[in-house]
Every structure is written in structure tokens, then in C-alpha cells.
């Protein structure tokens, strides 16, 4: 019988005859001795997958559920209307779906052409920074830029710490 068995009925024992202070130490040792269980890696990967392939498929059923759902409201909409207005409306239905496809259609569009406009921009944006900075004597400007302005913020830095008012330097402050 393993060590943590022998615990087990310590504190069993210790249970059944009332001695409440002993059955609490008894029952510390008892689940101190229980073998830790770990995971394995492959249980972890598959869990991992599992559940990512639920979040994937209940993703998928809540799309396929939706445009079921405006599928079954569109037809009942139509049928409903065609009734109402007693089998005559057939033109209304037909250009009153050819309006909204066209509509929908036309937002799209006009979406995509916005978002092709925005990335041209930003293109265009990224080959001019791209350019100047790519020239040699534009980065030897750069470089030269920064060298002076980091010894500018050394020499305030020493500036600042040679002010009266100012006991107690601290670190760089950005």
C-alpha cells in the first residue's frame, strides 16, 4: 500500500473515533503525500487544438445561423407582402430585392475603393520616407542630427544639475 493510503486511513480512523485535531493533521498529511498530476505536453497540444477547432465551428454555425435566419425573414417578409397584396406585386418584390442587392453592392464598392485610396496613400507615404532616408547624404544628415541633439541633452542634463535649485539630479527625464 503506497504512503499516502496509510494516511488516508489515519485520518479515517482519527475521523471515526472524534478526535478532530489529529483527523486535521491526519488529512494535511494525507493529501500532502497524494502524486502531483501534470499534464503532458500531447494532451496539452490536443486540448489546445480541440479547443480551438469548437471556437472555429461554433464561429461558423453562429454565421450559417444568421443568414438562415435573414434568409427565412426575407422569404416570409416576401411571401407575406406577395399575400397582402394579393398576387399582383410581383414587380414590387423584384425591383424592391434588385434595389437592396444594388445598394449593398454599391456599399461594397465604394468601400473597397476607400480602402484601396487609404493604402495608396500610406504607400506612397512609406516610398518618400523610404527615399530620403535611404540617400547617403541624407543619413549622414540624420546621423549628424542625432549625434547633435544627444549632446544637447547632455549638456542640459549637466545644466540642470549644476542649478541651485535643482538638489538632487535625477535620470534622464523623457
Known amino acids: 500500500m503506497g504512503r499516502w493510503r496509510t494516511h488516508v486511513e489515519t485520518w479515517l480512523l482519527a475521523e471515526q473515533d472524534g478526535r478532530d485535531e489529529a483527523a486535521e493533521a491526519a488529512f494535511d498529511r494525507a493529501f500532502a503525500a497524494f502524486p502531483s ?25 453562429t454565421v450559417l445561423a444568421t443568414a438562415a435566419a435573414a434568409g427565412l425573414v426575407l422569404a416570409t417578409s416576401a411571401v407575406v407582402l406577395y399575400a397582402a397584396l394579393d398576387g399582383g406585386t410581383t ?63 547632455v549638456m542640459l542634463h549637466r545644466l540642470l544639475r ?3 535649485e535643482v538638489r538632487t539630479p535625477r535620470a534622464y527625464c523623457f
Open 37 to 61: 498530476v501534470a499534464p503532458s505536453p500531447a494532451f496539452v497540444a490536443r486540448t489546445v487544438e480541440a479547443a480551438w477547432a469548437a471556437r472555429v465551428r461554433r464561429r461558423r454555425l
Open 91 to 153: 414587380w414590387f418584390i423584384l425591383t424592391t430585392a434588385a434595389s437592396l442587392t444594388s445598394a449593398a453592392v454599391i456599399g461594397v464598392l465604394s468601400a473597397g475603393v476607400t480602402a484601396a485610396g487609404w493604402w495608396a496613400a500610406g504607400a506612397d507615404a512609406a516610398l518618400t520616407i523610404v527615399s530620403a532616408i535611404g540617400r547617403p547624404y541624407s543619413l549622414a544628415a540624420l546621423t549628424a542630427i542625432e549625434v547633435v541633439a544627444a549632446i544637447a541633452f
Open 162 to 164: 549644476s542649478d541651485i
